[in-house]
C-alpha cells in the first residue's frame, strides 16, 4: 500500500506538470476524442501535445507491454493513473477500437509478428481500427455472413459487403470476418482478417442516419488481395476470434453509454436536474417543482450510480487479466438501455424545445438534443441487438434451457 501511495502521488505530481492546463475542461464520452488515424483533426491543438507527452510515458496503454509502447503498470498502478486522471479532469489522451477491440485481441492471439507490427501504432495513435462484422443479408445471424476470401497462394481473396461499419471513412485498418470454407458448419468456416483500408478494391460509403449524421458506412471489398499473415488466430477458427473480441466492444459500449449524462466540470449536479431548472422547472439551485419529473431523474441517476460501480468491477476484472464472457452481455443491454431512457427524459424536461431540428425556433443545443435522442434508437442494435443479449444472458449466464 506504501509503494501504491507513492505511486499516486508520483502520478499526480508528474500529471501536474506535462498536462497541459487547456485540456482540462474539456469533456468527453468514451465515444467522442481523440480516436488517432492518419485522418484524424485535433479539436484542440493541445490534445495533440497531450497525446504525445502520453505516448512518450507509455500511457495510452499502460498495462500493456513496454516493449510494444505500453507502460508496463499493474492493474492495481492502472486504476490510480485512471482515477488521478479522473480527478484532475483530464481527458483520455486517446481511444477507439485500437486500444478497447482489436488491440486487445491481438494481445490475447496474434503471433509475435502482430504484435509488433500492430499494436505501436495502436498506442501512438497513428493507425485507426473499423470493425467488419455485419453484412446486409445476415441480420442478426451473424455467422450466416458471405463476405468471401479465398486463397491464392500467399493471399486471400475478399469479395463482399460489411454494413454498419462505424466510421469506416475515417479508418485506415479494419477487422473483418469472412468465410473461408463454405461447405463447414457456418460457425466453423469463418477466419479473422486484418485488412488496410488503402488496399485496392476497398470502398467506402457512408450511410445517414434518423439523426442526420453518418458514423456508419458500407465497406465494399471488391478482389481485395489479402496476404495470407494477416489471419488472426486459426484459418477457419475466426468465429472464437469474433466472439472474444465482441467482449472487449460490449464492454466498450457499456463504459460509453452507461456514463453518458452525468454532471459537467463547469456546473456541477446533475445534468438533468440542471437542465430541468434551465426550462424553468425548479429554481437555480433548488428542488424541482415536478414530482413526476424530479423522481425519473432520481430513478436514472441512482441506476446510472449502480451501474457505475458494476462497470467498474468488469474494467478492474479486465485489469486483473480475466477475460471478459458472457456477462458482459449484462452490461451492454442495461448501458444501451439506460442511455435511451436518459435521452427520452432530456426530451420530456425541454417540452416542445425538446423536438428542435432545425431553424430560427432553436438553439444549437436544442437542436443537437434532438438528434442525439434520434441517434439513442440505434443504441439497442449495434453492438448486437437487445434480444440477442437477453438471449445470450438467458443461455450463457443463467443456464436456462432453450424455448
Known sequence: MADLEKFRSETRSWLNQNAPESIREIRFTELEGNWGGRKFEFAHPDLKVWLEVMVAKGWTAPAWPKELGGG????????????????????????????????????????????????????????????????????????????????????????????????????????????????????????????????????????????????????????????????????????????????????????????AGGSSPKRPGSALANLARDYGLGEADGPLDDAAIRNDISQVEMDARAFALTTQRSKDAARAGHKPGPESSLVKLYATELNKRRADLSVRIAGPQGLGWEGAGFDAEEIDRTRSWLRTKGNSIEGGTSEIQLNVIAKRVLGLPDA
Open 72 to 259: 508496463d503498470l499493474s492493474n492495481a498502478e492502472a486504476r490510480i493513473l485512471a482515477e488521478e486522471m479522473k480527478n484532475l479532469k483530464l481527458p483520455p489522451p486517446l481511444m477507439g477500437f485500437g486500444l478497447e477491440m482489436i488491440g486487445r485481441t491481438i494481445l490475447d492471439t496474434g503471433t509475435e509478428e502482430q504484435k509488433r507490427q500492430h499494436i505501436p501504432p495502436i498506442v501512438r495513435g497513428e493507425i485507426r481500427w473499423c470493425q467488419g462484422y455485419s453484412e446486409p443479408d445476415s441480420g442478426s445471424d451473424l455467422a450466416s455472413l458471405q463476405t468471401r476470401a479465398v486463397e491464392d497462394g500467399d493471399d486471400y481473396v475478399v469479395s463482399g459487403t460489411k454494413v454498419w461499419t462505424s466510421y469506416a471513412d475515417k479508418s485506415d485498418w479494419i477487422f473483418a470476418l469472412t468465410r473461408t470454407d463454405p461447405s463447414a458448419k457456418k460457425q466453423d468456416g469463418i477466419t479473422f482478417l486484418l485488412i488496410d483500408m488503402e488496399t485496392p478494391g476497398v470502398s467506402v460509403w457512408p450511410i445517414q442516419l434518423i439523426s442526420g449524421k453518418s458514423p456508419f458506412c458500407e465497406t465494399r471489398f471488391d478482389d481485395v488481395r489479402v496476404p495470407r499473415k494477416n489471419v488472426l488466430g486459426q484459418v477457419n477458427g475466426g468465429w472464437s476470434v469474433a466472439k472474444a473480441l465482441l467482449g472487449y466492444e460490449r464492454n466498450m459500449i457499456a463504459g460509453a453509454f452507461g456514463a
